[in-house]
């Protein structure tokens, strides 16, 4: 049995990849082609935490339904709720919570830190 959530963030990621081979082409006007895989609302917002040759990491927020979606080692990570993680997205919040806006923090979707303090 193939699990379609393990295939399908497999296409995705090699997708990012093709996309990446460019590199001259990836930084900022990455913003120029990015639209929110929920709502496929467009342009959404960027956030930038650490910057060396391209944006290291950082977060990319969609203000119409105010998901969030992580750059991590410059790959930014546009998926939709189901292939979420909380477990890898809550500690994301925590490290970077004094440079994403309040709230993001507070109201972003999927997860955000009222939430998990909620439940704990
Ligand atoms: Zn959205």
Not at 35 to 49: G, I, N, R, S, T
Request: charge should be negative; glycine fraction near 2%.
């Amino acid at each position: 049995m193939i699990d379609t959530r393990v295939l399908s963030k497999a296409v995705y990621f090699s997708w990012l990849l093709v996309l990446q081979a460019d590199r001259s082409r990836l930084k900022r006007k990455l913003m120029d082609i990015l639209a929110c895989p929920v709502d496929k609302f467009y342009p959404l917002e960027l956030q930038v935490f650490e910057e060396k040759e391209e944006i290291t990491s950082g977060v990319i927020i969609c203000p119409k339904c105010n998901r969030w979606y992580p750059i991590i080692d410059e790959i930014p990570h546009m998926l939709p709720d189901d292939l979420r993680e909380e477990g890898e997205d809550l500690p994301f919040l925590q490290q970077w919570k004094d440079k994403i806006p309040k709230k993001t923090l507070q109201e972003g979707k999927p997860f955000n830190l009222d939430t998990d303090r909620q439940r704990s």
